[in-house]
């Protein structure tokens, strides 16, 4: 284990846990991760392995076949898998949101239905909120469910899933207007459902279609998706929470869990980037001596590990909030913000701390420099992050005057 980003105060399982998931890391993943992402592979092997560790029910309660465990020992999973690989990270995170908002807010019926095969894996989860033309204006979606009989008839165009081919069950959000007059706030008229499908590419069940996956800059591998719908037939029970209406702050929530995750993917690569930059900085030589030897170098060693230590810092701060039962968006989005921008900054120090070599598709580095920027996005923006920051610092802080 590295002296960095140590967590204190974990139980001997939670220990456990993380070293079988960080054995696992150093002997599956890291060794085939840059290989498969230049193919831009799906990883199924890693997958295979990760379901056998049974880490798809990590937080499912036992009751339901899962480990029962809290955020932060996922998080800690989360970024020793993103230390391997972060798209590996990602092929879980979806699952984990999709079952964290079954677990909250499902009805008995649904979480009896899905939560056992998800602990298992059998059932993967994808959630869809986003769209074509929305960026960060969640409030703006135009996707549209309308009631016929005894189920609903959804239409529209979403974007970005990730996992949306390899998913067998996806939470869509979309507007609502039954029961939620003309002029209402436009949060109040969003809906969650619980859409069942088959996995992979073209029309994966009447009146739903997944084109096909969108070629990514990085965060290969996972396949990410668009997803389209065309009076696509969606049984009223099948509703999450078996209530119109709930689905903005039910996507919240999952998304809060989301940022969490974001926040240990940035902490697990910006680990593995100064792995390799203290690394290589000890075997390159320059004017009679190794480059780690130069004052330049230790300085930017130096500025690289406080960086990973302050964004582990905050992570598991966010994470233990969440747990505690407390409201954790003001953590939560500090968290990701600090943590996709210091990922950004330490894996483009590493990046220069290789010079020449960071630039060819044969060091590591270079897939790391391709995968940090898509933290920056993630979950919401770095100035979505900055105005929830802003907005509840003035709650927390308003003026008496």
Request: with cysteine; proline share 3%; charged share 25%.
């Amino acid at each position: 284990m590295s002296r960095l980003a140590q967590t204190h105060g974990l139980t001997d399982v939670q220990r456990e846990i993380l070293s079988t998931v960080r054995d696992f890391v150093d002997k599956e993943i890291l060794p085939v991760a840059t290989e498969l992402e230049h193919r831009d592979e799906y990883p199924q092997q890693i997958v295979d392995g990760l379901k056998e560790l049974g880490l798809f029910g990590l937080m499912i309660p036992e009751e339901y076949g899962g480990l029962g465990e809290s955020l932060l020992t996922y998080a800690l999973c989360v970024e020793e898998i993103a230390r391997g690989w972060m798209s590996v990270s990602g092929i879980i995170n979806t699952h984990f949101i999709v079952a964290y908002m079954l677990k909250q807010h499902g009805t008995q019926e649904q979480k009896d239905h899905f939560l056992p095969r998800m602990a298992l894996g059998e059932v993967r989860g994808a959630f869809s909120m986003s769209e074509p033309g929305l960026g960060s204006d969640v409030s703006a979606i135009t996707s549209k469910a309308v009631k016929d009989g005894d189920s609903y008839l959804l239409n529209g165009q979403k974007m970005w899933l990730t996992n949306g081919g390899s998913s067998t069950l996806v939470a869509v959000l979309t507007r609502s207007d039954e029961g939620h007059p003309e002029g209402s706030a436009p949060h109040k008229s969003m809906t969650t459902f619980l859409v069942e499908k088959e996995p992979g590419f073209g029309e994966v069940r009447p009146g739903l279609t997944i084109p096909g996956k969108i070629d990514k800059m990085g965060y290969k591998g996972v396949d990410t998706t668009e997803l389209i719908m065309d009076d696509l037939r969606i049984p009223a029970n099948r509703v999450l929470g078996g209530e119109t209406g709930r689905g903005f702050y039910q996507m919240m929530d999952g998304v809060e869990v989301g940022r969490v995750n974001v926040a240990a993917r940035g902490c697990g690569v910006a680990q593995r980037a100064f792995e390799l930059g203290v690394d290589y900085a000890q075997q390159r030589h320059t004017f009679g001596k190794p480059i780690a030897q130069h004052q330049a170098i230790q300085f930017k060693l130096a500025e690289m590990a406080t960086k990973v230590e302050a964004a582990h810092a905050m992570m598991v701060n966010a994470a233990r909030k969440k747990d505690s039962g407390e409201r954790n968006d003001l953590e939560a989005g500090m968290a990701k913000y600090l943590a996709s921008e210091y990922c950004k900054e330490v894996v483009e120090d590493a990046f220069r701390i290789h010079g020449g070599y960071g630039f060819s598709k044969e060091y590591e580095i270079e897939r790391l420099y391709r995968e940090a920027p898509m933290l920056l996005i993630g979950e919401g923006t770095a100035e979505i992050q900055k105005m929830i920051i802003g907005r509840r610092l003035l709650e927390e802080y308003r003026s008496q005057g």
